[in-house]
């Protein structure tokens, strides 16, 4: 009997992998349901559940809240999103993110002076350098 | 007795400041161990999505993405600096400003300008002293970050590059060598160097839903995603392992200082007793 290896990974961590007789996602234009040999196929998915068929007849299921899924004739991979994702959404995070950046850099000067940059890190190095060397001495 | 009490008291807080040290040893070294974890178990995905792009990119060698297409003239960089949000962790962040300030200043004598998005509140803090554009910050992540917090940051930095705005984006973070050593390491993450791999010499294609740019498009923001994420991991458990060695060094020190405080106590105390006999002695041979 033919099988279907199956990995299901987020960004952050595996969330499945192994082999089954039969796969159903969520794709953007509708279920599909996928058998082992089925044709190459990249596909958007909608936030639902993943079903795995395995080959004792059980299934499993796991929530994804989009992503992707990529079918080649025997392995199928469910690239999850980890985070509900919306353009707007998306949107508002980078916002955000703006908002942050101008509210504490505000009023500062495009122009990095590498000279002082370079001063405070020699300062900073120094003082380790010389605890260093008082350890050194302690010891000996 | 005199200053025997001030010396135990002495005594006393430095125990105090080393069993502080010791418990921030420990607690960073279970904490670098859980940041590895996350660091493997990040892997998969970025692979998985490498294979997918370097399969569409042998398939369809007519449509270029603009991320994976090397602009010819490059005149603005966009660099994202990944920090720690915490300090009391050695030489981690000032050995990364260092290399961000020589690859920096390196650009600029090329003539690039340089935009920042800045990741972590060491990082906020010393560049808002020096300035510098910055597009874009983020901070305050914890030690556990989700791929969701970093989405805004991150985008900022993509649509930069699609408003050509910069023309490369850079990431610089620190690299988990071992527990001992980390080091600064710049990566390019865009243009995407695509995958070369002699495997691909078949002649088929996906089907794509909707359609081929789409899937592509959705996929290179969720490559450099995972590798924004995977990289800001690697920090953290650099940060730990950083803050390990450092607070290692720390109690260590403080149990120098411990012994070196009882010897001067004993000997104290010894002066004291001697001194009290004599006086004793020569107070009876007074009588």
Same mark, same amino acid.
């Given at each position: 009997?033919?099988?279907?290896?199956?990995?299901?990974?987020?960004?952050?961590?595996?969330?499945?992998?192994?082999?089954?007789?039969?796969?159903?996602?969520?794709?953007?234009?509708?279920?599909?349901?996928?058998?082992?040999?089925?044709?190459?196929?990249?596909?958007?998915?909608?936030?639902?559940?993943?079903?795995?068929?395995?080959?004792?007849?059980?299934?499993?299921?796991?929530?994804?809240?989009?992503?992707?899924?990529?079918?080649?004739?025997?392995?199928?991979?469910?690239?999850?999103?980890?985070?509900?994702?919306?353009?707007?959404?998306?949107?508002?995070?980078?916002?955000?993110?703006?908002?942050?950046?101008?509210?504490?850099?505000?009023?500062?000067?495009?122009?990095?002076?590498?000279?002082?940059?370079?001063?405070?890190?020699?300062?900073?190095?120094?003082?380790?350098?010389?605890?260093?060397?008082?350890?050194?001495?302690?010891?000996? | 007795?005199?200053?025997?009490?001030?010396?135990?008291?002495?005594?006393?807080?430095?125990?105090?400041?080393?069993?502080?040290?010791?418990?921030?040893?420990?607690?960073?070294?279970?904490?670098?161990?859980?940041?590895?974890?996350?660091?493997?178990?990040?892997?998969?995905?970025?692979?998985?999505?490498?294979?997918?792009?370097?399969?569409?990119?042998?398939?369809?060698?007519?449509?270029?993405?603009?991320?994976?297409?090397?602009?010819?003239?490059?005149?603005?960089?966009?660099?994202?600096?990944?920090?720690?949000?915490?300090?009391?962790?050695? /030489?981690?962040?000032?050995?990364?400003?260092?290399?961000?300030?020589?690859?920096?200043?390196?650009?600029?004598?090329?003539?690039?300008?340089?935009?920042?998005?800045?990741?972590?509140?060491?990082?906020?803090?010393?560049?808002?002293?020096? /300035?510098?554009?910055?597009?874009?910050?983020?901070?305050?992540?914890?030690?556990?970050?989700?791929?969701?917090?970093?989405?805004?940051?991150?985008?900022?930095?993509?649509?930069?590059?699609?408003?050509?705005?910069?023309?490369?984006?850079?990431?610089?973070?620190?690299?988990?060598?071992?527990?001992?050593?980390?080091?600064?390491?710049?990566?390019?993450?865009?243009?995407?160097?695509?995958?070369?791999?002699?495997?691909?010499?078949?002649?088929?294609?996906?089907?794509?839903?909707?359609?081929?740019?789409?899937?592509?498009?959705?996929?290179?923001?969720?490559?450099?995603?995972?590798?924004?994420?995977?990289?800001?991991?690697?920090?953290?458990?650099?940060?730990?392992?950083?803050?390990?060695?450092?607070?290692?060094?720390?109690?260590?020190?403080?149990?120098?200082?411990?012994?070196?405080?009882?010897?001067?106590?004993?000997?104290?105390?010894?002066?004291?007793?001697?001194?009290?006999?004599?006086?004793?002695?020569?107070?009876?041979?007074?009588?």
């Amino acid at each position: 009997m033919a099988h279907l290896h199956v990995d299901i990974v987020s960004a952050e961590h595996e969330i499945f992998s192994g082999e089954a007789v039969m796969v159903f996602a969520p794709a953007s234009q509708g279920e599909v349901g996928i058998a082992p040999g089925h044709t190459p196929l990249v596909t958007q998915l909608a936030p639902g559940e993943v079903r795995v068929q395995l080959e004792s007849g059980e299934e499993q299921g796991f929530y994804v809240s989009g992503g992707m899924l990529e079918v080649q004739p025997h392995v199928v991979t469910v690239l999850s999103d980890s985070a509900e994702r919306a353009e707007d959404l998306d949107e508002a995070a980078a916002l955000k993110a703006r908002e942050e950046a101008e509210r504490v850099f505000h009023d500062k000067d495009a122009k990095i002076e590498y000279a002082t940059a370079r001063a405070q890190l020699a300062e900073a190095a120094a003082q380790l350098q010389a605890i260093q060397r008082l350890r050194k001495r302690a010891k000996r | 007795m005199a200053g025997a009490k001030e010396i135990r008291s002495k005594i006393s807080s430095v125990k105090n400041t080393q069993k502080i040290t010791k418990a921030m040893e420990m607690v960073a070294a279970s904490k670098m161990r859980k940041a590895q974890d996350r660091m493997k178990a990040a892997r998969p995905y970025a692979d998985k999505i490498r294979n997918v792009i370097a399969h569409l990119g042998h398939a369809n060698p007519e449509y270029h993405h603009p991320f994976l297409t090397p602009r010819a003239e490059v005149k603005s960089i966009g660099l994202i600096i990944v920090s720690t949000d915490r300090g009391l962790c050695g /030489g981690l962040n000032s050995n990364l400003f260092r290399e961000t300030l020589r690859r920096m200043q390196a650009w600029e004598e090329e003539g690039k300008e340089i935009k920042l998005c800045i990741i972590g509140s060491k990082a906020a803090g010393f560049f808002g002293r020096l /300035g510098g554009e910055v597009l874009g910050q983020l901070t305050g992540m914890g030690d556990t970050p989700g791929v969701d917090e970093l989405i805004g940051t991150v985008k900022i930095m993509l649509d930069a590059y699609i408003k050509g705005e910069i023309d490369e984006l850079y990431i610089v973070s620190n690299d988990f060598v071992n527990s001992m050593t980390q080091s600064p390491v710049v990566e390019e993450l865009i243009p995407v160097e695509p995958e070369q791999q002699d495997e691909y010499k078949h002649h088929w294609d996906y089907i794509y839903e909707p359609d081929a740019q789409e899937v592509l498009d959705v996929l290179l923001e969720r490559y450099i995603e995972s590798l924004v994420y995977q990289r800001v991991v690697e920090n953290i458990a650099s940060e730990q392992a950083a803050r390990m060695v450092a607070m290692k060094s720390a109690s260590d020190n403080a149990g120098q200082l411990i012994d070196e405080l009882q010897l001067i106590y004993n000997k104290a105390r010894q002066a004291a007793i001697t001194q009290e006999l004599s006086e004793i002695v020569s107070g009876a041979a007074a009588v």
